[in-house]
């Protein structure tokens, strides 16, 4: 992207419903960097990151943001 714009149009938010072991092995094998943001078991929420830069970290946030607020959640499409 040598434009430094972020294209939102149809970047709606993957909803996968499969436990979080799964949903991390997934992103293990799409994903080069990650950023996961959740509830504990006992109800604080937590970050946990491969990206060491913070500007990028708040990019991601920002974007994910943009693309609930915009486009919701997309469900996965049922596998036949």
Do not use: R
């Amino acid at each position: 992207m040598s434009d430094n714009v972020v294209y939102l149009k149809d970047k709606s938010i993957k909803f996968i419903p499969h436990s979080v072991p799964v949903l991390c092995e997934i992103a293990g094998e799409l994903m080069s960097e990650i950023l996961i943001l959740g509830e504990a078991k006992d109800g604080s929420i937590k970050m946990m990151t491969t990206c060491e830069s913070v500007p990028d970290i708040v990019f991601y946030l920002e974007t994910a943001k943009l693309a609930a607020l915009g486009y919701g959640l997309e469900e996965e499409e049922p596998k036949e």
